[in-house]
């Protein structure tokens, strides 16, 4: 599978996103992840530099919203001009349009 990869990197998109929140439903109950990743992201998405701290550095990564996961992956599929690789968080929220 590994071998692949590299060709995998110039005919498609990899999303890597992290953490996705949303509200998740477990049987019955549906948990509002949001509550936390928003707001996490919105403090989060402005500490790019943290990020690349040794051993903390994913620590200080940004959640994203299953929204903008969503509309990133829908936007690769669908439009021609997309570039192909690997679409990290700070793609994700650039494309999706949460980057504030």
């Not at 990899?14 to 998740?24: D, E, M, Q």
């Not at 997309?82 to 968080?89: A, E, H, K, N, S």
Request: without cysteine; charged residues 15%; proline residues 11%.
């Amino acid at each position: 599978m590994d071998l692949q990869l590299p060709n995998v990197i110039y005919q498609g998109v990899i999303l890597r996103p992290g953490f996705i929140h949303g509200t998740r439903q477990v049987g019955g109950i549906k948990i509002p992840l949001g509550v936390v990743g928003s707001p996490l992201e919105m403090i989060l998405q402005h500490a790019k530099p943290l990020s690349k701290v040794p051993v903390f550095g994913p620590l200080f990564t940004p959640p994203v919203s299953v929204a903008a996961v969503s509309r990133v992956a829908v936007r690769a599929a669908t439009d021609q001009v997309f570039p192909p690789g690997i679409v990290d968080v700070y793609g994700i929220l650039r494309y999706g349009g949460e980057q504030r």
